[in-house]
């Protein structure tokens, strides 16, 4: 059985994430953020969302792991400003109901879900450059970068897919799943 660990990053969802694998048959394991990178063993990780770029503890050092990467929300942003993208304040701010346009069909992550799908996203911070060697996957009226992704191993969304507003959530989940089984 595919084992993923959810970084917990002291988001209010982490929780959540953990829930949403568990339901689709993933052997699941929440960990604490400050746990070094060589005690972790795992299929994939997925970098929590959370407060602020102030409580991430260990995260940088497990972006250097031989593993499938999902960042949500902050956890997208962690990824973006480690590894050379740019991140700043968001116009829009809080917790909302927002459509994403996909702009990469064939992304292994959210390239099979509707071209305009409904999320609920926090804009409060937000990726405004994606890192070198990845590309914007998805993007809204309120947001310009919802999602990106290296194109095989690293992604990042900006919406909560763990949440039952966000459509499709479960599939982004299903999909990270089939990069970590090497699918």
């Given at each position: 059985m595919t084992e993923i660990a959810v970084i917990d990053n002291h988001g209010q969802f982490t929780h959540l994430e953990q829930r949403a694998l568990r339901d689709i048959g993933v052997d699941v394991e929440?960990?604490?953020?400050?746990?070094?990178?060589?005690?972790?063993?795992?299929?994939?990780?997925?970098?929590?969302?959370?407060?602020?770029?102030?409580?991430?503890?260990?995260?940088?050092?497990?972006?250097?792991?031989?593993?499938?990467?999902?960042?949500?929300?902050?956890?997208?942003?962690?990824?973006?400003?480690?590894?050379?993208?740019?991140?700043?304040?968001?116009?829009?701010?809080?917790?909302?109901?927002?459509?994403?346009?996909?702009?990469?069909?064939?992304?292994p992550l959210i390239g099979s879900?509707?071209?305009?799908?409904?999320?609920?996203?926090?804009h409060a911070d937000e990726v405004k450059e994606v890192p070198d060697g990845f590309e914007r996957t998805a993007q809204s009226d309120v947001c310009n970068v919802e999602a990106m992704s290296n194109g095989t191993d690293r992604f990042g969304v900006q919406w909560h897919p763990e949440v039952a507003h966000t459509e499709e959530g479960e599939a982004v989940f299903e999909n990270f799943l089939a990069v970590c089984n090497g699918e």
């Open positions: 929440l960990v604490d953020n400050d746990t070094p990178p060589g005690e972790i063993e795992a299929d994939g990780l997925v970098l929590s969302g959370g407060p602020d770029m102030d409580r991430i503890g260990n995260c940088p050092a497990y972006l250097d792991m031989d593993v499938p990467i999902l960042g949500i929300c902050l956890g997208m942003q962690l990824m973006a400003d480690q590894l050379g993208g740019r991140v700043g304040a968001g116009e829009y701010g809080g917790y909302a109901d927002v459509t994403v346009q996909i702009d990469d069909d064939e992304d879900l509707a071209p305009e799908t409904r999320v609920w996203a926090s």
